[in-house]
Antibody
Framework: EVQLVESGGDLVKPGGSLRLSCAAS????????MAWVRQAPGRGLEWVGR??????????DYAGVVNGRFTISRDDSKNTLYLEMNSLKTEDTAVYYC????????????WGQGTLVSVSS | QSVLTQPPSVSGAPRQRVTISCSGS????????VNWYQQFPGKAPKLLIY???LVPSGVSDRFSGSRSGTSASLAIRGLQSEDEADYYC???????????FGGGTKVTVL
């Protein structure tokens, strides 16, 4: 059974930093593109970014609103995905979901339960 | 303002058929597959339809998807109370080089 467990969500002040983790199990993590999707309170889904597998270059793509502030990385030896968030803004307040990202059709087939990041002074 | 446009809400009586539209442009829906997700309050989204009309294992065949030009749609056949949820479409946007979502549609069973 595929499991994605996010952690690291917290209350942080504007301008601060935070790192989220996503522990994966039940599939071959090193062979899976991964992504982060967030949802602000009472709002819709918003793509944050994705990271490809090493065989596909291991590169990342980001939404414009987080590009330059957020960094997605992966440790295939630990089956863990990360989201490093810097220069946080109040508008980054959201539940952050870790997802698997099918590279053929682009859909998110498995989702974690989410972790809440609150940015407030 | 979302790149993909969905109606905020759709409603129907039990056993009715309802459809949710997802309107985009040539850089996203017009050129790339559309995926649909279902989300209940306080829960993570769940994949419902991928690549326009493919149904993942375990998803009811009452759900179907289609795409034509720069628009896509999700149909729910035989509406049930358990279908009350929020539904989101998504597609890759070649111009933005980003994945874009619709604003979401709340389905209410009357």
């Amino acid at each position: 059974e595929v499991q994605l467990v996010e952690s690291g969500g917290d209350l942080v002040k504007p301008g601060g930093s935070l790192r989220l983790s996503c522990a994966a199990s039940g599939f071959t993590f090193s062979n899976a593109w991964m992504a982060w999707v967030r949802q602000a309170p009472g709002r819709g889904l918003e793509w944050v970014g994705r990271i490809k597998i090493r065989a596909h270059g291991g590169t990342s793509d980001y939404a414009g609103v987080v590009n330059g502030r957020f960094t997605i990385s992966r440790d295939d030896s630990k089956n863990t995905l990360y989201l490093e968030m810097n220069s946080l803004k109040t508008e980054d307040t959201a539940v952050y979901y870790c997802t698997t990202n099918d590279w053929n059709y682009g859909h998110f087939d498995h989702w974690g339960q989410g972790t809440l990041v609150s940015v407030s002074s | 303002q979302s790149v993909l446009t969905q109606p905020p809400s759709v409603s129907g009586a039990p056993r009715q058929r309802v459809t949710i539209s997802c309107s985009g442009s040539t850089s996203n829906v017009g050129d790339n597959g559309v995926n649909w997700y279902q989300q209940f309050p306080g829960k993570a989204p769940k994949l419902l339809i991928y690549y326009d009309d493919l149904v993942p294992s375990g998803v009811s065949d009452r759900f179907s998807g289609s795409r034509s030009g720069t628009s896509a749609s999700l149909a729910i056949r035989g509406l049930q109370s358990e279908d009350e949820a929020d539904y989101y479409c998504s597609s890759w946007d070649d111009r933005l080089n980003a994945l874009v979502f619709g604003g979401g549609t709340k389905v209410t069973v009357l």
